[in-house]
């Protein structure tokens, strides 16, 4: 969705390993992907918000939801 991660399939080596040589040999794309990974962290999950979302939580355990 956000272009900043790579999948590859769970018990394979050579799964990983094309990923990993797919970011090795294409240093932009590599560059590019890491730009949008620091974008989303920077609009998701920046202090305030996890401890608005972790409070909110607290919340609703302690009130029994």
């Known amino acids: 969705q956000y272009d900043c991660g790579l999948s590859y399939q ?15 040999n294409d240093p932009q794309r590599r560059q590019a992907m890491g730009e949008r990974g620091h974008t989303l962290l920077m609009q998701r999950f920046t202090t305030d918000k996890v401890f608005a979302n972790a409070w909110a939580h ?5 009130r029994g939801r």
């Open 58 to 62: 607290l919340q609703q355990v302690v």
């Open 10 to 24: 769970a018990d394979s080596v050579e799964s990983l390993k094309s990923q990993v040589l797919s970011l090795y």
